[in-house]
Every structure is written in structure tokens, then in C-alpha cells.
């Protein structure tokens, strides 16, 4: 059995998530990777994010089984919201009410279970969609209450919440990523990707990965629909 600390990584198959299991692992942290099936629109992000963690080395990689539409409010849940493919002023409908919380309470509880002392989420404050749930005020917040609500924060056994991409532009985090190996060809971004994974080249998400790469001046390996 391996000595290594170990961390929980919350994977989702885009291009953010990829690069921090590689910072992970760079760490030489023993990473146990965990996707959420929540009734999101983009299916193939699932297959991607099995794909990424086993090509990375993740330890064990887990889905956890949501139904995050039967409360519906975001585009990714609810069928008969469009999915905008122009830049809008505000908060997105692509946002999906309190899914980073109910995602890092999940990556919380595994974290307990594994005795893993860190959980890596791939949240950026910089080049992002605006959302809430991605700011350092969250994710310092949030912290703060895993080690009040936990046995292993109780018994001093502090888990903390890294988050190394928070303060990255998108070209920073590709450029991370690159020079970490890691294969963006099989990673989906898109809020609308068809089953085999091919994005729109239009929706926010698209557009900031599609920046990231000309920013970084690294080629664009992302399989599209056109």
C-alpha cells in the first residue's frame, strides 16, 4: 500500500480539470479522481473525464449520481433552456444552481472515507462564466466549514480545498497543462458536445478553451462538430 498523501481530484472531462489532476499528481499525491452524473446536457464529458483519470494514473476513479434538473434553473439541466452562444451580460443560465457546493460536500465525504487530507477542484476566478461558486470567497468559505463539520477537522486532521488554477488566465492553465503532457485532445469543454465528444466552437466555453490556445500559442487538438 502506497504512503503517499492522498487527495480527492473532482473531474468533470474539460480542459481545467485535466490540467489540475496533472498538478496533482505532479505533487506526487495518490489522486482519487470523482465525476458526477447530475443530468448535465453534455454526456460525453463523462467518457472524457474516465479517460483523463486513467490516463493520469488516477488511483480509483468514481461517479457519483445526481439528478441536479428535478430542480432544473440551468441550461446544463433543463432541456427547454437554450444554451447562448453569444457573450450576455451577468451570470449565465449555463450556471447551475449550487453545484460546486454539492459537488465539493460529496468530494468532502469520499475525502473523509479515504483519510485524504486535500480535495482539488479545477475552479478559475479569471477567465470564467461569472459564476458564483468560483470565487475565492466560496472556496475559502467552504474550507472553513469542512473543518468544522468533519471528524477528521474536529480532530485536527485539517482537509483543505486547492484550487491552483483560481488565479490563472486560460492560457496560463493551457500552457500548465501542456507542459505537463496532458492530452487536451480527449478532454470536452463544450456546454453542448454531441455524443462523440465534438464541440459547438460557439458557447462561452468553447470560446474561452479557443483563447486559452491562441493565447498560449499552442494548436487547438479539440474535435468540433464543423
Known amino acids: 500500500m502506497s504512503n503517499r498523501e492522498k487527495a ?24 482519487y479522481t470523482l465525476a458526477f452524473d447530475y443530468g448535465q446536457r453534455t ?10 483519470s486513467a490516463m493520469l494514473g488516477a488511483v480509483e476513479h468514481k461517479v457519483i449520481k445526481l439528478d441536479l434538473g428535478t430542480i432544473g434553473g440551468s441550461a ?11 457573450a450576455a451580460e451577468g451570470i449565465p443560465v449555463t450556471y447551475v444552481p449550487a453545484r460546486n457546493t ?20 479545477g475552479v478559475n476566478a479569471v477567465d470564467y ?8 470567497e466560496f472556496i475559502k468559505a467552504f474550507e472553513i466549514m469542512a ?8 480532530e485536527g486532521r485539517r482537509i483543505t480545498i486547492e484550487t491552483p488554477l483560481l488565479q ?21 469543454s463544450c456546454y453542448q458536445a454531441d455524443l462523440q465528444g465534438r464541440a459547438c466552437g460557439v458557447c462561452d466555453s468553447c470560446r474561452l ?5 491562441i493565447e498560449a500559442g499552442i494548436e487547438d487538438p479539440t474535435k468540433y462538430v464543423d
Open 168 to 188: 490563472m488566465t486560460k492560457a496560463q492553465i493551457t500552457a500548465e497543462g501542456a507542459r505537463l503532457g496532458v492530452d487536451y485532445s480527449v478532454t470536452v
Open 8 to 31: 480527492v481530484v473532482t473531474v468533470s472531462g474539460g480542459l481545467d480539470s485535466a490540467t489540475v489532476l496533472a498538478m496533482a499528481k505532479e505533487l506526487d499525491l495518490d489522486c
Open 76 to 86: 446544463l439541466t433543463d432541456m427547454t433552456i437554450d444554451v447562448p452562444e453569444e
Open 129 to 136: 462564466s461569472g459564476y458564483p461558486d468560483c470565487r475565492p
Open 209 to 213: 478553451r479557443v483563447q486559452g490556445f
Open 102 to 121: 454539492v459537488f465539493l460536500s460529496l468530494a468532502l465525504g469520499w475525502a473523509e472515507v479515504l483519510g485524504a487530507s486535500k480535495i482539488f477542484m
Open 43 to 52: 454526456r460525453s464529458e463523462l467518457d472524457a473525464a474516465a479517460t483523463v
Open 147 to 154: 473543518n468544522l463539520a468533519t471528524v477528521a477537522g474536529v
